[in-house]
């Protein structure tokens, strides 16, 4: 086990490293001039030997190649470059943002658990019956809608009629993360929902559950001890997946609820021109999404035996 995981890690320095080139070229190819756009937002005017001197001082004179390996070595070193726009360093600012981000992550994944795992396999057992009808159609309406169209929706109920909740921000404690919470959730759950139902009514198909049952073995014995167990790989790949884009930041959601967290922190670093902000979210999606496989391919080779001895036996 320890070979299989220290064969992947290694695999994944390359992709790592490659990701981070082509996200430093393509920033900087498609970019203007940063010196200019610095003035533009400051709204402050520079002499042109001002503007060079800058330029100098943030390495811009230099080939693009040797821009790539000073910066790919600051951020070896926990040095991701300074703002633009705020002029703090960035690693430090992306901190500040982060944990906004993960407590969104945690309780969107959680209600998308405890919702669509008991619908899909409710509606499953349920094959062609009205409760499975209607799970269907309540999932293929949330599934339909966009998360900025439930996050309207669930503001006007709750926050402008109900006034139960804030309508934005994160300073009402528990209270400020329901509505973005639900918004992400309802929009998952409804899709996972029906994925859930078919992985189960595959299992429920296959010969080991008609051999258990003509064995006299119990239908919620088979169906929990049995048939989860083996849809758990898909249930773990639509896990890992929401992980990995809810931890990116949910930028259409953080910004509609002025979530203070990595997405809205994205957003507002593109409308600015602020790159190096933009650099350091592309390596943080990067590093979220090779972990997240990672993992994900370690808890494979835990959950499928035929993962593992195909592994071992190669």
């Given at each position: 086990m320890r070979k299989y995981i220290a064969k992947r890690c290694l695999q994944l320095i390359p992709i790592l490293l490659g990701i981070t080139f082509l996200s430093f070229l393509l920033t900087n190819a498609g970019a203007s001039d940063v010196v200019s756009q610095m003035e533009?937002?400051?709204?402050?005017?520079?002499?042109?030997?001002?503007?060079?001197?800058?330029?100098?001082?943030?390495?811009?004179d230099k080939p693009l190649v040797q821009q790539y390996a000073l910066w790919l070595s600051g951020v070896l070193t926990g040095d991701m470059g300074v703002s633009f726009v705020s002029k703090r360093p960035v690693f430090s600012t992306f901190l500040e943002k982060l944990p906004a981000t993960i407590y969104l992550t945690v309780t969107s994944v959680l209600l998308t658990v405890f919702i669509s795992i008991p619908l899909g396999v409710l509606a499953a057992v349920r094959q062609n019956k009205f409760t499975d009808y209607l799970i269907r159609f309540l999932s293929f309406i949330g599934n339909s809608m966009p998360n900025f169209f439930v996050s309207l929706l669930l503001i006007?109920?709750?926050?402008?009629?109900?006034?139960?909740?804030?309508?934005m921000g994160n300073a009402a404690g528990w209270k400020s993360v329901i509505l973005p919470t639900l918004t992400l959730a309802l929009a998952m759950a409804s899709k996972y929902t029906r994925q859930v139902r078919a992985t189960v009514l595959e299992e429920l198909n296959k010969d080991y559950v008609q051999g258990a049952r003509a064995r006299g073995v119990g239908e919620r014995r088979i169906l929990y001890f049995s048939v989860l167990k083996s849809a758990m790989l898909t249930i773990v790949t639509l896990l890992a997946l929401s992980v990995g884009s809810l931890l990116g930041g949910t930028a259409i959601v953080e910004s509609i609820f002025m979530w203070d967290g990595v997405g809205k922190m994205a957003v507002d670093a593109i409308t600015m021109r602020d790159y190096p902000v933009i650099q350091a979210y592309v390596i943080w999606m990067a590093v979220i999404y090779v972990c997240v496989n990672l993992v994900t391919?370690?808890?494979?080779?835990?959950?499928?035996?035929?993962?593992?001895?195909?592994?071992?036996?190669?």
């Open positions: 533009s937002n400051t709204g402050t005017v520079m002499s042109e030997e001002e503007k060079q001197k800058l330029r100098e001082e943030l390495g811009l006007y109920f709750f926050s402008l009629k109900l006034n139960l909740l804030p309508v391919d370690i808890l494979y080779h835990y959950l499928d035996p035929r993962i593992r001895l195909g592994w071992e036996g190669a």
